[in-house]
C-alpha cells in the first residue's frame, strides 16, 4: 500500500498522458504555450501501461484518471484506457479532458471501457471563451460534452475555474446550462499553478463567493458530509435534490488531511502532491530495466515523504516549478 507517514493511503492515481494542450486556459498557461517536453522524456504507451499496472496489482490504487496538458492528444489513449480496464482487481478509469475530440472519442473510450468523464467547462459565450482559453473552441467543447453524455459516460462531470471580472458572472448559468443536461458540475478555486505564476489570491475567486453566486438564484443545502470521504468536492443539493453542485475550495477549504492521491508525470516522475517540490524519477529506473518490485519500492518511498499539507497559507510557500499542465491536473 502506499501509505505517507501520516497514515494517509493513497489509492487514487492521476496519470498524465502529456503536457501539451490545444487550448490556453489563462489560469493554466500564457498565450503562447509552453516548451513541450521533448518526446523521448514521454512515457511510451507500454511504460505506462507497466506502471498503472504496478499500481493496480500491487500498490492498492483502485481508481485511475488520465490527464494532462490535453490527453485527448495522445494518440493511443484508447489502448491505454483498455489496457487499464483490463486490470485486476478492475479499478475505476475517469478522463479529465477539455472535451475538444471528444466527440469523436467519446464511443471508442466508453467501448474501452472508460467509467467516467470531467469535462472542464468555463463559460458558454464564445467571445469569453477565446478571452479564456485564447482558441475558437466553445463548440467543440460542448459537443464533446454532448457526445459524452451519448455514450453513457456518466454522470458526466463539468469542472469550472472562475475568474474575476472574466467569467464570473456566469456562475448561474453554468449551473442552470448543467441541471438541464444532467451533467453534474463542481466549482473549483483557482489554484497557484500557472506556469505564468501570475496567481494572486485577491484575485481568486473563493469557495465562500461562489456559494453567495449560486444562493442568489438557487436553493442549497449541504448534501450529507459523511459521504464526502476522501472527495475534495462539498456538495450541496440544489433547490432541494436530487441534482447536485460542488466546490472545490482547494485554497480557502483544504482538504489535505483526507487527500489519498498519487500523481505519475508524463515523463514518468512520481509526485505525490500537486504542491510537491520534489519528485521521484521512475522512468530512469525503468529504462535501466528495473524489475517491479523496484518500481513499488521507488514509488512507496516517493508516498512515504508527502507532506501534511499544500501550505499556500504558509509565508514560506513556493510555487512548485511545473506547472499544472506539466503535473497533470
Ligand atoms: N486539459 C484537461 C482539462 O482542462 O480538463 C486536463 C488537464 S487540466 C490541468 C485539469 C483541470 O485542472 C481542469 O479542470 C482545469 O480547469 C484545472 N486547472 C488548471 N489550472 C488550474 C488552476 N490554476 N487552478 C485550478 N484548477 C486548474
Ligand atoms: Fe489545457 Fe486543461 Fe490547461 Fe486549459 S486547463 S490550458 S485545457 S491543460
New binding site residues.
Given amino acids: 500500500m502506499l501509505v505517507d507517514s501520516f497514515g494517509r493511503v493513497a489509492t487514487d492515481l492521476r496519470v498524465?498522458l502529456t503536457d501539451r494542450?490545444n487550448?490556453r486556459?489563462a489560469?493554466?498557461?500564457p498565450p503562447e504555450g509552453l516548451d513541450w517536453l521533448p518526446k523521448p522524456d514521454l512515457l511510451t504507451a507500454d511504460e505506462i501501461i507497466r506502471l498503472v499496472r504496478i499500481g493496480v496489482e500491487r500498490l492498492g490504487i483502485t481508481e485511475v484518471r488520465f490527464?494532462?496538458?490535453?490527453?485527448?492528444l495522445r494518440r493511443e489513449l484508447v489502448e491505454i484506457v483498455a489496457a487499464t480496464t483490463a486490470l485486476l482487481p478492475r479499478p475505476q478509469v475517469s478522463l479529465?479532458?477539455?472535451?475538444i475530440g471528444l466527440s469523436r472519442l467519446a464511443e471508442p473510450l466508453a467501448r474501452a471501457g472508460l467509467d467516467r468523464v470531467?469535462?472542464?467547462l468555463?463559460t458558454l459565450d464564445r467571445d469569453v471563451f477565446v478571452r479564456l482559453a485564447h482558441r475558437d473552441r466553445l463548440g467543440d467543447v460542448l459537443d464533446g460534452l454532448m457526445a459524452a453524455d451519448g455514450a453513457g459516460l456518466r454522470p458526466v462531470k463539468v469542472?469550472?475555474?472562475l475568474m474575476r471580472d472574466i467569467n464570473q458572472h456566469e456562475a448561474v448559468p453554468l449551473l442552470r446550462y448543467c441541471l438541464e443536461r444532467g451533467y453534474e458540475l463542481r466549482f473549483?478555486?483557482?489554484?497557484?499553478?500557472?506556469a505564468q505564476h501570475g496567481?494572486r489570491r485577491e484575485d481568486m475567486v473563493t469557495a465562500d463567493e461562489i456559494l453567495g453566486l449560486l444562493k442568489d438564484a438557487f436553493d442549497l443545502t449541504e448534501d450529507d458530509p459523511r459521504e464526502r470521504g476522501s472527495a475534495p468536492a462539498e456538495m450541496f443539493l440544489v433547490n432541494g435534490g436530487p441534482d447536485r453542485v460542488g466546490v472545490?475550495g482547494?485554497v480557502t477549504r483544504p482538504f489535505c488531511g483526507a487527500c489519498d492521491r498519487v500523481r505519475i508525470t508524463a515523463d514518468g516522475q512520481v509526485r505525490n502532491c500537486l504542491f510537491a517540490t520534489e519528485e521521484s524519477d521512475l522512468r530512469t529506473a525503468l529504462r535501466a530495466g528495473a524489475p517491479d518490485d523496484e518500481l513499488a519500492e521507488r514509488w512507496t518511498a516517493a508516498v512515504r515523504g508527502k507532506r501534511a499539507g499544500h501550505g499556500i497559507d504558509d509565508p514560506s510557500f513556493l510555487q512548485p516549478a511545473r506547472?499544472?499542465?506539466a503535473?497533470?491536473?
Avoid at 490527464?67 to 485527448?72: R, S, V
Avoid at 479529465?96 to 472535451?99: K, P, R, V
Fill in positions: 498524465s494542450c487550448l486556459c489560469y493554466c498557461m490527464t494532462g496538458g490535453e490527453p485527448l479529465t479532458t477539455n472535451g470531467n469535462v472542464s468555463d469542472n469550472t475555474v473549483i478555486e483557482q489554484m497557484p499553478l500557472d496567481w472545490i482547494s506547472p499544472m499542465s503535473i497533470g491536473g
